[in-house]
C-alpha cells in the first residue's frame, strides 16, 4: 500500500507532466502558426497561457507542500527540487511560445515575402528538444537528458546563422525590414525555448545522477543504463 509520501510524489510527477504537455504544445502551435501564417493557431496559444500558469502555481504550492511536511532526501529530494526548477522552465516556454505567436500576428499582417532563412526546420529542432527533454523526465534517464544537451549548440548556429541572413536581407531589401526583424525575433524565441530545454535536461541529470552539469552540460557524460525508478 502505498505512503502518503509516495502518494503526493505521483501526484506531483502528473501534475508536472500535464504541465509539460500543455508548454509543448504550446511551442508546437506557436511553430505551425508561423509556418502557415494561422491566426487561429496564434489564439489558442494565446488562451493556453493562462493553463500553463495556472499549472505552475499548483505545482509549486504541492511541492512546498511536501518539502515542509515530508522532509525528503536523497534521490526524493533531487526529485522535488528538479521538479520545481522544471515547472519555471516550463512556464518560460509557454511565455516564449506566446512570444513567437504575437511575432506571428504582427507577420500576418504584413505582405508576405521569401526570407532567406528556413525558420521552420529551427523550429522543428527545437519543438523535438522540448519533446525529448521531457521524455528524459518520464523516463527518469539521464542518457536521453544528455542527448537534448548536445542538441543545443546545433539550434545555436541556427540562430547565428538566421542572425547573419535577415540583418544582409534587411540591408539589401529596406522595404522587408519589418517581415526579416519579426523572423528574427521568432529565431530568437525559438533559441530560448532550446536553452530552457537543456535547462530542463540538466535538471533531470540532477535529480537521477546528483551532478550539476549546468555550465560543462557539453562535456558531461552519464551512465546509458540510468534509471531512477530502479533506485
Not at 509516495?6 to 508546437?28: F, N, S
Not at 522552465?89 to 506566446?98: I, K, M, S, T
Not at 547565428?160 to 528574427?184: C, G, S, Y
Not at 533559441?191 to 557539453?218: C, K, M, P
Amino acid at each position: 500500500m502505498r505512503t502518503r509520501f509516495q502518494q503526493q510524489i505521483e501526484e506531483l510527477r502528473e501534475k508536472l507532466l500535464r504541465m509539460g504537455g500543455l508548454a509543448e504544445l504550446a511551442v508546437d502551435r506557436a511553430c505551425q502558426a508561423y509556418t502557415e501564417r494561422d491566426l487561429g493557431r496564434c489564439q489558442m496559444v494565446l488562451e493556453n497561457e493562462s493553463l500553463i500558469n495556472a499549472a505552475e502555481r499548483e505545482i509549486d504550492e504541492l511541492a512546498f507542500d511536501i518539502l515542509a511536511t515530508q522532509q525528503p532526501a536523497a534521490v526524493d529530494l533531487r526529485f522535488i527540487l528538479a521538479v520545481t526548477k522544471i515547472n519555471a522552465d516550463l512556464e518560460r516556454v509557454g511565455d516564449q511560445a506566446v512570444n513567437i505567436a504575437e511575432r506571428v500576428m504582427d507577420l500576418i499582417e504584413l505582405p508576405a515575402v521569401e526570407l532567406p532563412v528556413d525558420i521552420a526546420r529551427m523550429a522543428t529542432a527545437v519543438s523535438a528538444m522540448v519533446r525529448r527533454a521531457l521524455e528524459s523526465f518520464v523516463e527518469g534517464k539521464a542518457e536521453l537528458a544528455q542527448a537534448v544537451l548536445e542538441m543545443d549548440h546545433v539550434v545555436d548556429r541556427m540562430r547565428d546563422e538566421a542572425f547573419i541572413m535577415l540583418v544582409r536581407k534587411m540591408n539589401d531589401e529596406p522595404q522587408v525590414t519589418q517581415q526579416a526583424l519579426d523572423a528574427l525575433l521568432v529565431a530568437r524565441n525559438l533559441e530560448r525555448v532550446a536553452d530552457h530545454a537543456t535547462n530542463i535536461s540538466e535538471d533531470v541529470i540532477f535529480w537521477v545522477l546528483g551532478a550539476d552539469v549546468r555550465h560543462h552540460a557539453q562535456s558531461a557524460s552519464v551512465s546509458p543504463r540510468t534509471d531512477t525508478r530502479e533506485q
